[in-house]
Nanobody
Framework: QVQLVESGGGLVQAGGSLRLSCAPSGSIFRLNTMAWYRQAPGKQRELVATVTSGGTTNYADFVKGRFTISRDNAKNTVSLQMGSLKPEDTAAYLC???????????????WGQGTQVTVSS
């Protein structure tokens, strides 16, 4: 199993910035796509951004130009730099990775528990 540890959430005023980080605990044999999702109360979970093992990134339209996803393959971490935050960005942000803990396990998807981001107006 792969457990993900997220950090960096908090309360920020509109227009401010936050940086989220996510790292798996324990060893990782293979780490493919890493991503951030978000879920606001009463709403469906939505994809925010993805980054492949080769570094290709993809963003939801509502964060393009404001958020930047990055990964450190040496540390197996993924980060989300969020800028120009809006109240509608308020949500729990969840890390998602496709990984295998050892060579004996298939690659599968794992979720973090989420870190809360609250943007005040």
């Amino acid at each position: 199993q792969v457990q993900l540890v997220e950090s960096g959430g908090g309360l920020v005023q509109a227009g401010g910035s936050l940086r989220l980080s996510c790292a798996p605990s324990g060893s990782i044999f293979r780490l493919n796509t890493m991503a951030w999702y978000r879920q606001a109360p009463g709403k469906q979970r939505e994809l925010v951004a993805t980054v492949t093992s080769g570094g290709t990134t993809n963003y939801a339209d509502f964060v393009k130009g404001r958020f930047t996803i990055s990964r450190d393959n040496a540390k197996n971490t993924v980060s989300l730099q969020m800028g120009s935050l809006k109240p509608e960005d308020t949500a729990a942000y969840l890390c998602y990775v496709e990984a295998a803990p050892t060579r004996w396990y298939p690659v599968k998807g794992y979720w973090g528990q989420g870190t809360q981001v609250t943007v005040s107006s």
